[in-house]
């Protein structure tokens, strides 16, 4: 599987950016579609999740109400709408797919996509 994001880029803090990720290859052995982020000095940290197949999605507590994940299977796209951005959002996000039960670690997921920027300015 590989995973290509896009979306990221520089914006003052309260705005709105929306991430996509777009998957090829063998999607079908794929049970969840995430984004991590990655600030620097930091460790690479769950941000959001959607199941490829059903409705549950998860968000961390830091972007809960702020931050959507959802999907378009059609597309093999997965989106991540980051509304009142902040300046502590200031990170690569990363999409990932995983074949593998678990949600939050990132050491759950197999399949990386190669990191997109996003800058809040205050």
């Known amino acids: 599987v590989q995973l290509q994001a896009s979306g990221g880029g520089l914006v003052q803090a309260g705005g709105s950016l929306r991430l996509s990720c777009t998957a090829s290859g063998r999607t079908s052995s794929v049970n969840t579609f995430s984004w991590f982020r990655q600030a620097p000095g930091k460790e690479r940290a769950f941000v959001a999740a959607?199941?490829?197949?059903?409705?549950?999605?998860y968000h961390a507590d830091s972007v809960r109400g702020r931050f959507t994940i959802s999907r378009d299977n059609a597309k093999d796209t997965v989106y991540l709408r980051m509304n009142n951005l902040q300046p502590e959002d200031t990170a690569t996000y990363y999409c990932?797919?995983?074949?593998?039960?678990?949600?939050?670690?990132?050491?759950?997921?197999?399949?990386w996509g190669q990191g997109t920027q996003v800058t809040v300015s205050s």
């Open positions: 990932a797919a995983s074949s593998k039960s678990g949600i939050y670690s990132k050491y759950d997921y197999d399949y």
């Open positions: 959607v199941k490829w197949r059903g409705s549950p999605t």
